[in-house]
């Protein structure tokens, strides 16, 4: 019966990736004329390095399927026409993204060797049937918040105070629906460092998405790089208010194939938040100091002739000392692990595992503490 359910669960996994499968299509033209040009080359580039191509058909169409979601340059070449790269192409997760091509065979071009464009997204996508935004990891990384439901309410027609549920049009925020690499999750959601892709959609839900009534945030995670790598970052507040992070991450290739291509890569991240007072005070508190408790412990009431007098009452605003800026007792500490694994099976079948850990202590808000996590997931891809 077990194995009958993990046939069955990997079967509607490697359904759910056709169906939501990211992939790129265009049409490769002569600048002047307009007519298709006949197997010209197409390149797919992310930070500089070749992640696949392509030729154009009879037609001078192209189409590029299994694209994981983020930012690329594309490049269009043929014998006898300047090549055209364009540059922040930005491809969305479980679309189908068009890009088109015009070679020119002007001679100064050809004397160049190669024209750069930036790639401007149409006004009208012809396609789309959803409202919404999407954010990439480059603006991510530029905005002065981490937290997930921050960085949605970016965008029109979302609300959030202080980064906490988000009410979407209005609705009520339990109908917010979260999808993280395809899957629907709940609780925590993966660091701000280890997301390469927000998605928001508000209105013209697709019925892959299921059941909703409020919107949908989808995220991509970042995946393995073609080379090891690894970063670490640092923060910590210097003005009291106690704010702490210490995030990392590595990845890279575990094997590769004869084209040097990755079959086999790897992602894993840590981050460690610590927050003195979630909430401070613009102009701080004041706590009675531990000799000054103890002194009134030992101490609570004085006499004047036979009636006694609470001894709290001698205490001045002076004796309290200067006002804290993050109150005491009041620390939350937020430990996060994600880690993902990349599998090329062949050329148009991709698998994916990935997982997520978050361990939470809250003093004051017990409800939100505790170990939250995602089992393994399993998205498998098949290609034209």
């Known amino acids: 019966m077990n194995r009958l359910l993990l046939i069955a669960g990997f079967l509607l996994a490697a359904w759910s990736g056709m169906i939501a499968q990211t992939t790129i299509e ?27 191509g392509t030729e154009t058909d009879l037609e001078g169409n192209f189409f590029v399927s299994d694209v994981q979601p983020g930012t690329y340059d594309m490049e269009a070449s043929y014998v006898g026409y300047a090549a055209q790269r364009q540059t922040g192409i930005v491809i969305k997760a479980g679309k189908t993204n068009r890009v088109n091509f015009q070679l020119s065979d002007d001679t100064v071009l050809l004397d160049l060797g190669i024209e750069i464009k930036e790639f401007k997204v149409p006004l009208i996508e012809i396609d789309n049937t959803t409202q919404g935004a999407t ?43 979260y999808f993280l690499d395809g899957v629907r999750v709940t609780g925590n959601l993966i660091p701000q460092s280890e997301i390469e892709q927000l998605q928001v959609v508000i209105g013209g839900i697709e019925a892959r998405y ?21 970063s670490v970052e640092v923060e910590k507040s210097v003005d009291g208010y106690g704010y702490n992070l210490i995030s990392g ?54 006499n004047i002739g036979s009636t006694q007098f609470p001894s709290l009452e001698k205490v001045r605003t002076s004796d309290l000392g200067a006002p804290f800026k993050a109150r005491p007792n009041d620390e939350n500490i937020d430990i996060d692990l994600t880690g993902r694994l990349d599998i090329k099976l062949a050329d148009n079948f991709d698998m994916q595992l990935s997982g997520n850990y978050n361990d939470r202590k809250d003093r004051f808000t017990p409800a939100s503490s505790g170990v939250n996590g995602s089992g393994s997931s399993c998205i498998a891809q098949l290609g034209k």
Do not use: H, M
């Open 249 to 302: 991450n590595i990845s890279g290739p575990i094997l590769k194939n004869k084209k040097k291509q990755s079959i086999l890569g790897y992602r894993f991240s840590g981050q460690y938040k610590n927050i003195a007072d979630g909430n401070p005070s613009a102009i701080g508190v004041r706590r009675a100091p531990e000799s000054l408790i103890r002194a009134l412990e030992q101490k609570p009431t004085y």
């Open 26 to 52: 265009g049409k490769v033209t002569d600048a002047k004329s307009g007519e298709p040009i006949l197997f010209g080359t197409i390149a797919l580039y992310r930070g500089g390095v070749l992640i696949t």
């Open 210 to 230: 299921g059941d909703v009534t409020g919107g949908v945030i989808s995220l991509t995670s970042r995946g393995p790089s073609d080379k090891v790598s690894g």
């Open 135 to 177: 954010v990439t990891a480059e603006k991510i990384r530029s905005l002065p918040t981490k937290q997930v439901n921050a960085i949605a309410a970016t965008s029109a027609g979302i609300s959030s105070q202080d980064g906490g549920d988000i009410s979407v049009r209005g609705s009520r925020s339990n109908e917010t629906v």
